[in-house]
């Protein structure tokens, strides 16, 4: 089946630091890719949709300097978190729809993020 | 955009009793809507899901139902086990899975033995 294989699964970094989380679709192209932010006990909240090759649509709310993401190729997307801070402490997971036609969506395993 | 509300946040059963979690979305250009199982620090597993054409679908325990005029569909897990336990996530999308999905807020199952 289809795999998104989501690096570093966890990382602790220093406020102010910038942290960067890969997203590789193995066997599948994907020309969509869907970064999410799941805090504790809360659900799935979409940050961003990314294109190959053309500039992310950030969900509302949404920092786009902040949370910056790049789809340059139809097998890896990034999230680069900048000038982290405590607050943005979160499990960060991506998402591509492997399906042809229709639904297939895949997510990667998923990122907790600590910044101290 | 889209809205998805869900229902309980959260349920307690006995094991071998039915669990029944309800969704509720806006957008009726919605037409895909699947159920997954989230364990803590995991990502999501999809455990079934329904399109928009079919009012009903089951596989073994799990069953899920639409009614596209309502916008609204629900999760039943019938005879559970105390694996069932973790949180699930109703989530609804549409435009042939070029939109993302839209999360309902989730319900964290409890099955007592």
């Known amino acids: 089946g289809a795999v998104v294989s989501q690096h570093p699964s966890w990382v602790i970094c220093k406020s102010g630091t910038s942290v960067k989380i890969e997203c590789r679709s193995l066997?599948?192209?994907?020309?969509?890719m869907f970064w999410y932010r799941q805090f504790p006990k809360q659900s799935l909240m979409l940050m961003a949709t990314s294109n190959e090759g053309s500039k992310a649509t950030y969900e509302q709310g949404v920092e786009k300097d902040k949370f910056l993401i790049n789809h340059a190729s139809l097998t890896l997307s990034t999230l680069t978190v900048t000038s982290a801070h405590p607050e943005d402490s979160s499990f960060y997971i991506c998402?591509?729809?492997?399906?042809?036609?229709?639904?297939?969506?895949?997510f990667g395993s998923g990122t907790r993020l600590t910044v101290v | 955009g889209e809205n998805v509300e869900q229902h309980p946040s959260t349920l307690s059963v006995q094991e071998g009793d039915s669990a029944v979690i309800k969704c509720t979305y806006s957008?009726?250009?919605?037409?895909?809507f699947p159920w997954y199982k989230q364990e803590l620090g995991k990502r999501p597993q999809l455990i079934i899901d329904i399109r928009s054409n079919v009012g009903e679908k089951k596989d073994q325990r799990i069953a899920v139902t639409l009614n596209k005029t309502a916008k609204h569909f629900s999760l039943h897990i019938t005879e559970t086990q105390p694996e069932d336990s973790a949180v699930y996530f109703c989530a609804a999308s549409g435009n042939r899975g070029r939109r993302a999905l839209t999360f309902g807020s989730g319900t964290r199952l409890q099955v007592q033995p």
């Open positions: 998402s591509a729809n492997a399906g042809a036609q229709n639904y297939g969506y895949t």
């Open positions: 066997d599948f192209q994907a020309t969509t």
């Open positions: 957008d009726s250009a919605s037409n895909y």
